[in-house]
């Protein structure tokens, strides 16, 4: 098999930028790839994403429970691995992608209470990895920020790309749950921890070391 590699973080922590960064710089080196992003908003596989994250099923992230939104976020993968990238992998390729099924593990343990929250990410990893079939990573990078910070880049982007902020990032409260839940899923999975309050150069320069490890 191949291997793959997973930015993740909040909304607004910078992994999309960060995720970016790796891949022109892999490029610059040579190196055969292919990159991802999830959800697949344009694709069929995505109508439950775009309704939930819209407010169709409720204008709150907790009014749809973590089980059924992580199967929405579930299929749209499952039918990108089947259609898109399962054989390039199988015949030992590279995948970079921005966000995976570690995102259900940030944006929906978040709904849950502190001590239900393992129990959720062990079932997660059940549902995806095992009874799904779809691929563990072989490296998590998880760029962390802190509230202020995740709030601020959420703030500019909408200003700077006339975008209006979904369920998930309108929601202050939700995104500091998010926070404590990815820490938890990074510590309990061993994610690799990217500061995100240092410069987006820093980070790329460890992003790109941690990768390198993987072939090295």
């Not at 892999?26 to 994250?53: C, D, H, W």
């Not at 703030?155 to 998930?168: P, Q």
Request: include cysteine.
């Amino acid at each position: 098999m191949g291997k793959l590699i997973v930015f993740e973080g909040v909304d607004g922590s910078g992994k999309s930028t960060q995720y970016k960064i790796l891949c022109d710089r892999l490029k610059a080196q040579g190196m055969t790839f292919r990159n991802l992003v999830f959800p697949r908003y344009s694709e069929p596989s995505s109508a439950l994403i775009r309704m939930y994250l819209a407010g169709e099923f409720g204008d709150k992230p907790g009014d749809v429970n973590p089980y059924a939104a992580s199967a929405f976020f579930a299929v749209d993968r499952y039918a990108s691995y089947v259609q898109d990238w399962r054989e390039y992998y199988l015949n030992h390729g590279l995948i970079i992608t921005d966000r995976y099924t570690t995102s259900n593990a940030v944006h929906q343990a978040s709904k849950l209470p502190m001590n239900e929250r393992e129990e959720f990410l062990h079932w997660l990893s059940e549902f995806e990895y095992r009874r799904m079939g779809l691929p563990v990573p072989d490296l998590v990078l998880f760029v962390d920020v802190d509230l202020d910070t995740a709030q601020a880049h959420l703030r500019k982007r909408e200003t700077e790309t006339d975008t209006k902020a979904d369920i998930h990032e309108r929601d202050s409260a939700y995104l500091a749950a998010s926070i404590s839940a990815a820490r938890t899923a990074a510590q309990l999975y061993h994610w690799k921890r990217l500061d995100g309050s240092a410069s987006v150069e820093e980070i790329a320069d460890q992003a790109l070391r941690e990768a390198e490890r993987l072939w090295k």
